[in-house]
């Protein structure tokens, strides 16, 4: 059958009704991948929730139908974001469908190419600013109130409610996992999820929940530090954020599941990415790589005990950030035309 999207698909979840018009690009039913290499490596039954296969390339799109949805109902004149990159893409594909216009604000110089190519080819109305995500988000709160727009980010509560799709969708496809294991950037997704895990516990669908795993970056860390990072910086750009918006949420989360919030070192999730890429043919962008990044650090400790079902959420796609993985070209080498060392090199390797 058809997939209709997550609002159709999950509608007695959501605060829709007949009058709503949904606007969607049928987000959502990602796959659920069995990671054989790496589960074999662990001694655990690990899938990959790769959410970098949604219509714009991230989960955003999960909560961006639902927050669009109920701008266009609520009367919105224009919608406006503050973005990483993965925000404004979806946003300004979103708005574009809707017929709305998209304001977006980035930090100058410091999201992903991809995405930026993508805000640019939705059309929409980009301003790259001297200053980090959350200068960019404390602007966007006073653009809002100045010129009456609705805000998309996740504070806008459609978003998480959208997002919580993912966790539905992980319960249909294998039941409730023992652990999940996630980046966390804003710290709406992760409590999205828990969100999404509680609903489905208090309806029956599932007996019992998962713990709860999130992973910042170690120099964009302030949950785990427990203080506002000024200046983050990590090269998961995605998630280079020093003041979380569900920061309290996303604490509940971790601590009602018993899972916990903790972080990973940038060699940590470069070496992340590579694996997952190489060892079973996945490509997520970097941020992504956190939650794998976080996975083997839990393992290494002993959190994880042996034959646990795992699920990693991949949230980017890797095509997003092209310049992370040319920046590492290990493995090309450059010869002559007339293909002599290549044949000197295939007579060693094959
Ligand atoms: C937005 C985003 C995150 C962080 O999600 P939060 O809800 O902000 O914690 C992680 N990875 C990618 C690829 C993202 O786009």
Known sequence: MMWKGIIEEYREYMPVNEKTRIITMLEGNTPLIYAENISKDFGINLYFKYDGLNPTGSFKDRGMTLAISKAMEDGARAVVCASTGNTSASCAAYAARAGLKAIVLIPDGKIAKGKLAQAIAYGANIFAIDGNFDSALRLVRDMADRFKLTIVNSLNPYRLIGQKSAAFEICDCIGCPEYVFIPVGNAGNISAYWMGFKEYFNNGKIDKLPHMMG?????????????VIEKPETIATAI???????WDK???????SGGEID??????????????????????EPASAASLA????????????????????????????????????????HVSGSGK??????????
Not at 341 to 346: R, S
């Open 240 to 246: 280079r954020i020093g003041n979380p918006v569900s």
């Open 263 to 284: 972080s990973v070192t940038d060699e940590d999730i470069l070496k992340a990415y590579r694996y997952m890429a190489s060892a079973e043919g996945i490509f997520a």
């Open 294 to 333: 976080g996975l083997i650090k839990k393992v290494e400790q002993g959190r994880v005990s042996q034959g646990s079902t795992v699920v990693c959420i991949l949230t980017g796609n890797g095509l997003k950030d092209p310049d992370t993985a040319t920046g590492l070209s290990l493995h090309i080498r």
């Open 215 to 227: 992973f910042q970056a170690a120099g964009a860390a302030p949950i785990v530090e427990g203080r």
């Open 341 to 350: 060392e290549i044949i000197e090199d295939l007579e060693g390797m094959i």
């Open 250 to 256: 996303a604490i509940n989360a971790a601590g009602e």
